[in-house]
């Protein structure tokens, strides 16, 4: 497109799809250089998120302003923008949780919860990863998401006995299964939004690429703990975990309520495999046994359910909250100055809106307050309270620098129009490009750090690429946010935010490198499965039903 052509009034900057020689190749290449410096630095250079996510910042804007010729006073803005996303609503929700997490510890009740699983699951390692990294890990997912379950579930599995390493590493893989329908069904209300397509038909399509994986985690990480003779000596255990998972994930998110999909599927999945594990015991296996301190090797008094109080209180919370539609009061829309319509999207020939939706009642709010009445139903006094609050915050630090940089990139790129020569190069890919879609969602998710953002990313990119290409839209758009799923294992944003309740603090790249391979691995699974939909079984794709305007 000629810049000189007719623009809308307020337009600064016309972003270039091929500004390397006009050549598309190189473009694409030159784009991807941010991202890969990150990656290298993480996972290669073994450095801390935040000097990857530094690294990759400082690259981006050299390049956005250097060779696509951005201004550099948007080029600032474009990243303050992102900034400003990540501290609210994305980082109020992580701290409010994280708080919730030292209540429950100042409190007692958190120790409460780990005596309870150490009295009701079964005495082996490899069930306890199940119930707590898959099951609870996922209904945290559901409430909260944005790397949270990762942090809470990962301290537990420590509590019970696992190094934090092995902790973080099987926790970030079982927390790919729920994330598209995190945090109350976020991400496809983001995808509907930028495609403009209706979000329970995404959520329907999502609901039938996914169950294949929750159904499949908990045999691929057990195998990967135990071996293939834990599966053999667990199966049923890894039926049931995984099947009532994936079975009630499918039911929600077709027939009731994309929104509720994982809290309902991660509470049925709890219910269910501790329900099962009490009448089926596998035959002991002295290698997993789970480690006890002497008290309760000697039979400590078991305890009641009072370690549950903190996730139910915020499970209601949350679930009221929204149906109530509290986080709208004090809703402002603001429309970022300076940045908003200042930039012209070649790809799609329309001004880019910068819309910031500042939510003081966000679902961080709601978690803020199931940590106030856990504290004051424990008796927790105010100054240990804010005792909780202060520890928090030397917590969350470092992962709230981090991940404000790594969206402040996704913006850059954004606004810059390199996320546009990026997709615009994978859209290239013609016939492959289904099996190249899940892989889009993924660089999108690795780089935001959350499935809702990869989905405002990349979502109306997919829909664009399948109708040239002649594909399924509704299955390419889905596509992005089960594709996205996978990324979220390797996201510095959420091994930032995983890390920060362990020692392993600083040792993102040690994290990153475990989980790396599993990532893609199970994204070209997921590849394969989009290539069966679109050509093998087009009927597992749901009608798109006409929008009313």
């Known amino acids: 497109m000629n810049p000189s052509t007719a623009l809308p009034a307020g337009i600064v900057f016309t972003q270039p799809l091929t500004p390397i020689a006009g050549s598309l190749l190189l473009s694409f290449l030159v784009a991807a250089i941010p991202i890969a410096v990150a990656l290298i630095m993480l996972g290669v250079l073994r ?12 690259t981006g804007l050299i390049i956005a302003v250097g060779a696509w010729g951005m201004p550099v006073g948007l080029a600032l803005n474009s990243v303050a923008a992102g900034m400003a996303l990540a501290l609210m609503p994305v980082m109020w929700i992580v701290f409010n949780a994280l708080l919730l997490y030292n209540v429950a510890v100042k409190s007692g009740r958190f120790e409460q919860f780990r005596q309870w699983m150490l009295d009701h699951l079964p005495d082996d390692r490899r069930l306890v990863l199940l119930v707590v990294a898959f099951s609870f890990g996922c ?31 099987y926790t970030l893989i079982f927390n790919t299964a729920p994330v598209a329908f995190g945090a109350l069904g976020v991400p496809i209300t983001v995808l509907g939004a930028v495609t403009s397509m209706h979000p329970d038909t995404l959520g329907a399509m999502v609901g039938r690429q996914l169950p294949f994986f929750a159904f499949l985690l908990p045999f691929y990480v057990v195998g990967l703990y135990g071996g293939v003779k834990s599966i053999a000596k667990l199966w049923p255990a890894l039926v049931v975990s995984g099947g009532s998972f994936a079975l009630t994930q499918f039911a929600t998110s077709n027939f009731i309520s994309y929104q509720l999909t994982d809290v309902l599927a991660s509470l049925v999945s709890l219910i269910v495999t501790v329900g099962f594990l009490k009448v089926w015991k596998p035959e002991p296996d002295p290698a997993y046994t789970v480690v006890r301190s002497q008290a309760q090797a000697s039979g400590a008094q078991r305890v009641g359910y009072g370690g549950w109080m903190p996730w139910v209180v915020v499970s209601v919370v949350v679930i009221v909250w929204v149906n109530l539609k509290l986080f709208t ?27 910031w939706d500042f939510q003081p009642m966000g679902t961080g709010t709601a978690i803020l307050l199931a940590a106030i009445i856990t504290a004051a139903w424990t008796r927790t006094s105010v100054a240990d309270f804010f005792g909780c609050v202060w520890k ?35 859209a290239s890919a013609g016939a492959l490009f289904p099996l190249v879609s899940a892989f889009l969602g993924w660089i999108a998710v690795f780089l935001s750090g959350s499935d809702t953002s990869g989905n405002a990313l990349f979502g109306n990119l997919q829909v664009v690429a399948a109708k040239q290409l002649g594909l399924d839209p509704v299955l390419m758009a889905a596509t992005n946010s089960s594709g996205g799923v996978m990324g979220k294992m390797i996201s510095p944003q959420n091994i930032a935010t995983g890390v920060s309740t362990t020692e392993l603090k600083g040792k993102e790249g040690l994290v990153f490198a475990r989980t790396f391979w599993h990532s893609v691995f199970l994204t070209a699974l997921l590849g394969i499965l989009v290539v069966l939909q679109q050509h093998v079984m087009p009927w597992m794709i749901p009608a798109l039903p006409t929008l009313h305007h």
């Not at 945290?140 to 006995?161: D, H, M, Q, R, Y």
């Open 47 to 58: 450095r801390p998120a935040w000097q990857a996510s530094l690294a990759g910042l400082v």
């Open 139 to 169: 209904l945290l997912e559901g409430i909260s998401g944005f790397g949270t379950p990762v942090a809470i579930t990962s301290a537990l599995l420590i509590g019970l006995g696992f190094p934090a390493l092995e902790a973080l590493t």
């Open 329 to 355: 009061i004090g809703e402002a829309k603001v429309l970022w100055p300076g940045l908003d319509k200042a930039v012209f999207i070649s790809l799609y020939k329309k001004p880019y809106v910068a819309l």
């Open 392 to 426: 928090t915050w030397v917590q969350t630090r470092i992962a709230i620098i981090t991940v404000m940089m790594i969206v402040g990139l996704a913006f850059l790129l954004n606004y810059s129009g390199m996320s546009y020569t990026l997709g615009l190069g994978v």
